[in-house]
C-alpha cells in the first residue's frame, strides 16, 4: 500500500473518533450550562457523563466482533446514530431524556475508536505506534478546540448549538466512512487472552487519571485556583497542547525503540507524582505546569494501544475491545466520584490524589506484563 493511502487512512480514522471524544471531552465546559439548564447539581451533572461511558464501555466488545465480521459499515451506521442522539440530547429539557440520550450515545459511540485503530493497523503494520499516535491526537485537539475557544463563549453560545454542531459533523464522516473497505484476513481465535487481559486492566488503571484530569482540570483550576472561566480554559488548552505534542512523540519512538512496556511506565510514573503535586504548585507556574501535565498524562497510551493491536492480526477491533470494555468502566466511576467530591467535600487535593490512584496501579499491573 503506498504512503499516500496511509495517510488517507489515518485521516479518516481521526475523523471517526473526532465526534465521540469531542462529546465527553466538552462535557468539562458544558456541565455548568448542562446544570443550570437542568436544574440539577455537579454531581448529577456528573451521572449524565458516566451514563455515556456506560454505553460506551458494555458494547465495546460487542461491536468489535461486528467491526471484525462486518467491516467498517458497522462504523457508518454507527455514526449515524450518533448523529441523531446528539440532536435529541441537545433539545432535552427533561434529566431522564438526557440520561438515556447519553447512554445510548456511548453505545453508538463504541465501535468508533476501536474500528479507527483497526483501520490504521491494517494499513500500517510496519508504523502501527505512529499511527496510532496520529489518531490518538483527536483527544487532546477536542480538549484544545472547547477549552480555547468555548470559555470565552459560553455565557453567550447557547450549549445546545454545540451539539448540534457535532451531530452535523459525525452525519458528514458517516457517509465515505460506508465506502471502506476491510482487509480480509484468516477469522483468528485467541483474542481474549492473559496479555490482552492485564494490558487492559493496566488500560483501566491509566484511563481514570488521564480521562479524569482532562475531564475535571477546567473546573478544580476553577476552584482551586479561583480562576476565570477564560483563564481555566487557557490552563485546559496548555494542556491539550502538551499532549498533542507527546502523543505522537511516545508513538514514534515506541517504533523506533519497540519497548512499549518501559516508556508507558516512564510516563505513568510521573503522572503519578505530578497528579499528588499539582495542587500545591504556585499560582504564577500554573500554565507551565499545566502542559507538562498534558504531556505526561497521554505518554503511556499510545505504546500501551499498539502492543494491544498487535496481540492477535486479524482481530485488532476485538482486542481493543476487550481493552475498552474493561477500561472504560474507570470513566463510569470517576466522574461520579469526582464530582461527588467536588460537589460534597470541596476539597481539590481530594479529587488529585484519587485521580492519582489510577496511574499507581497501572504501574504496578505492568511489571507483569511481559
Not at 450518533?82 to 438515556?100: D, G, R
Not at 463504541?110 to 490504521?120: F, Q
Not at 481465535?189 to 492473559?194: C, L, S, V, Y
Not at 470513566?331 to 492519582?356: D, Q
Request: net charge positive.
Amino acid at each position: 500500500m503506498n504512503i499516500e493511502s496511509r495517510i488517507i487512512a489515518v485521516i479518516f480514522a481521526w475523523l471517526i473518533t473526532f465526534p465521540e471524544i469531542f462529546i465527553r471531552l466538552v462535557f468539562s465546559i458544558t456541565i455548568i450550562p448542562i446544570s443550570t439548564s437542568l436544574h440539577i447539581n455537579y454531581f448529577y451533572a456528573s451521572i449524565l457523563l458516566s451514563s455515556f461511558y456506560i454505553g460506551y464501555a458494555f458494547f465495546n466488545l460487542p461491536m468489535g466482533n461486528l467491526v471484525d465480521k462486518y467491516g467498517y459499515k458497522v462504523i457508518s451506521i454507527s455514526l449515524i446514530m450518533l448523529s441523531i442522539f446528539t440532536i435529541v440530547f441537545s433539545i432535552s429539557e427533561s434529566y431522564l431524556l438526557s440520561l438515556i440520550s447519553m447512554f445510548l450515545l456511548g453505545v453508538f459511540s463504541a465501535p468508533t475508536y476501536i474500528g479507527s485503530v483497526k483501520l490504521v493497523s491494517e494499513r500500517n503494520p510496519n508504523f502501527r505506534a505512529t499511527a496510532i499516535s496520529f489518531l490518538n491526537t483527536a483527544g487532546p485537539t477536542s480538549l484544545l478546540i472547547s477549552n480555547l475557544i468555548l470559555p470565552g463563549y459560553i455565557q453567550i453560545l447557547d450549549w445546545r448549538t454545540i451539539y448540534i454542531y457535532i451531530s452535523i459533523f459525525a452525519f458528514i464522516v458517516s457517509i465515505p466512512v460506508l465506502f471502506i473497505k476491510k482487509f480480509n484476513h484468516a477469522y483468528a481465535k485467541g483474542a481474549i487472552n492473559r496479555k490482552s487481559i492485564i494490558a487492559s486492566f493496566v488500560r483501566f488503571s491509566g484511563f481514570w487519571g488521564m480521562w479524569g484530569i482532562s475531564t475535571y482540570l477546567f473546573l478544580l483550576s476553577h476552584i482551586e485556583f479561583n480562576l476565570s472561566y477564560v483563564y481555566s480554559g487557557i490552563v485546559s488548552a496548555l494542556f491539550s497542547i502538551g499532549a498533542l505534542i507527546s502523543i505522537p512523540s511516545s508513538g514514534i519512538i515506541s517504533d523506533l525503540i519497540k519497548k512499549r512496556r518501559e516508556i508507558s511506565i516512564s510516563f505513568l510514573i510521573i503522572f503519578f507524582f505530578m497528579l499528588i503535586i499539582f495542587p500545591f504548585i504556585d499560582r504564577s507556574i500554573i500554565f507551565y505546569m499545566a502542559f507538562l501535565l498534558g504531556f505526561i498524562s497521554f505518554g503511556y497510551r499510545t505504546p500501551l494501544d499498539a502492543y494491544i493491536s498487535e496481540i492477535t492480526k486479524g482481530r485488532e477491533a476485538t482486542s481493543m475491545g476487550l481493552a475498552n470494555l474493561v477500561s472504560q468502566p474507570s470513566l463510569i466511576i470517576v466522574p461520579a466520584v469526582i464530582g461527588a467530591i467536588i460537589t460534597f467535600t470541596g476539597n481539590v487535593f481530594l479529587a488529585f490524589f484519587t485521580l492519582s490512584i489510577g496511574p499507581l496501579v497501572a504501574i504496578i499491573l505492568l511489571f507483569f506484563l511481559n
